[in-house]
């Protein structure tokens, strides 16, 4: 099993900047494609940004220009640096990762704990 933690949450004003980190652990296993996505009260999960093992990445439209996702494969650690930040961009944000264990062909997907942004106006 890969564990995710996540850190870098918090509560800042409008305009202001946040860098969330993800450091996956475990042991024997392969990252592909890591990510952040985000939940709102009442609102559905969806997906902020996201980088695959490559280093191709995926925003979306509503962060684009405003926060960039970024991964150091040798620590197996995804960011997301998020600037010119909005109220609306106030969520729980879950890091997320495909990921494979040694030996096996099975894609797992594993889910960090959460960290909240609040962005106050």
């Known amino acids: 099993q890969v564990q995710l933690v996540e850190s870098g949450g918090g509560l800042v004003q409008a305009g202001g900047s946040l860098r969330l980190s993800c450091a996956a652990s475990g042991s024997s296993f392969s990252i592909g494609t890591m990510g952040w996505y985000r939940q709102a009260p009442g609102k559905q999960r969806e997906l902020v940004a996201a980088i695959t093992s490559g280093g191709s990445t995926n925003y979306a439209d509503s962060v684009k220009g405003r926060f960039t996702i970024s991964r150091d494969n040798a620590k197996n650690t995804v960011y997301l640096q998020m600037n010119s930040l909005k109220p609306e961009d106030t969520a729980v944000y879950y890091c997320?990762?495909?990921?494979?264990?040694?030996?096996?062909?099975?894609?797992?997907?594993?889910w960090g704990q959460g960290t909240q942004v609040t962005i106050s106006s």
């Open positions: 997320n990762a495909d990921y494979v264990l040694t030996w096996q062909i099975r894609v797992r997907t594993s």
